[in-house]
């Protein structure tokens, strides 16, 4: 890709050097035109005259064709100076311009390739358990009914982690053309925090609610999705019997939203890819092994940017991470 890229930046740069280069080229021929017309002009027949008959009307002429000789000849060398410089400067003008036009095209052909590759490789993992597992089961002639059921079990575990997985990134891709509308913040908070009371009750955590009356520019469902993905988030690296608690207020023209948990922290170095697809920060908020496909995070951020919204996450001063959204008031 990186080849296919250079290319087209040298054909693009020499389209443009060659647009700029006709550009300066008919330039160039206007004053030609008019330059050499105010020469001659200039040192045009000198009048006959009765007052004059002392004047070598030949030689005259011989020294004003000389001169409009020379004058036309120097203007010719400083066009063809003048349209050299174009020619170089255009053209590392070009280059640049061209380079800056494709880099946001040549980022987003990474990015979608990286995805593509990140998520065949999430889709194999599972792939190749379940078929490893099938082919151990059916060399073994001694298999009995209970341990055919362990193997259909484990396959119905992997079959879940496929399904969520290509949920999460239908999810992913689907936040293009959301309905906005003024969206209660305050409603969407208390569903975000009723579908992770399982998983908080699960590690006895506490979820403190405290998102007051709110108006934002919205889409209720997505903002309920972000918002769980951030509760749930610091759930799963939180200790247990600890508490997340979510606040809200307004700032200017903006809602705020935090969500802060009583966790480890996130490592400087993990901190400016967390909201990178398949992006797993696991070994530096949590000793424990967290399920998760590393795509919430990255659901979360999309969903901001569709409400043109923020999300930034920091680490607490004394313990744990707090990430904080901005939303449009309605």
Known sequence: MKNLFHSTTLRLTAWYTLILL???LLFSIVVFQISSAELRRSFGPTPQSDTLFFIDHDAAQA??????????????????????????????????????TLEPIEQAMEAQTRFSSDAAHELRTPLTIMQSEIEVGLRNASATKADYTSLLQSNLD????????TDRLLLLANQNDLVLAPTSLESVAIEAVNRSIPLAQSKHITVENEVGPL??????????????????????????????????HTKGHVAEVTVSDNGTGISPDDLPHIFDRFYRA?????????????????????????????????????KGATFTITLPLA
């Open 22 to 24: 006709f550009i300066s």
């Open 282 to 318: 696991d070994t530096s908020r949590s000793s424990q092994n967290v399920a998760g496909h590393g795509l919430g995070l990255s659901i979360a951020q999309r969903i901001i940017e569709v409400h043109d919204g923020t999300i930034v996450a920091t680490n607490n001063a004394k």
């Open 215 to 248: 108006n934002v520019q919205g889409n209720a469902d997505s903002l309920t999705d972000l918002l769980f993905i951030l509760v749930d988030n610091a759930i799963k690296y939180s200790p247990t019997k600890s508490t997340i608690r979510l606040q809200g």
């Open 63 to 100: 020294w004003r064709n000389e001169h409009v000789k020379e004058g036309m000849s120097r203007l010719v060398g400083q066009l063809v100076l003048f349209n050299l410089s174009v020619l170089a400067t255009g053209a590392a003008g070009s280059y640049l311009l061209a380079r800056r």
């Open 158 to 165: 992997e079959v879940e982690h496929m399904r969520t997985l």
